[in-house]
């Protein structure tokens, strides 16, 4: 669950069960681009890896608006669905490497958050102010 400022100030989570409000983003020319836009929408919030690979979703969110769109989407989603598990696999290391470099070019921070899980790393665009 994404952190907000306060919490990544701090260097724990506080565990609410509020979830910070998240904006997805889709297609750019590059993952470093894509990472830096998705962290740019959510700029109030710190994220996971796993958390900044499900914010750049390429998918299609619109929601059908008739039962019939509905049964016309099935096959094609699950199309879609075998599709997306090979992609993901493949932009899981793009987006991974992309989001080291964006940290080593200190674009993106880093920091080590306590969570009710343990130590967990969160990533946030680097803000020229650096609340760290």
Known sequence: MPISDREW????????????????????????????????????????????????????????ETIGEVLTEIQDELVDAAGDLVASGMLVDDIDEALDELVADETVAEKEVETGDGTTTYYRLNTTDARE
Do not use: C, H, Q
């Open 9 to 64: 100030d701090a260097g724990a989570s506080a565990d609410s069960t509020e979830a910070a409000a998240t904006t997805p983003v889709g297609e750019y020319e590059t993952e470093k681009d894509l990472i830096v836009a998705f962290l740019s929408e959510n700029v109030d919030n710190a994220y996971t890896r796993g958390e900044i690979l499900r914010g750049v979703d390429f998918g299609n969110d619109a929601r059908p």
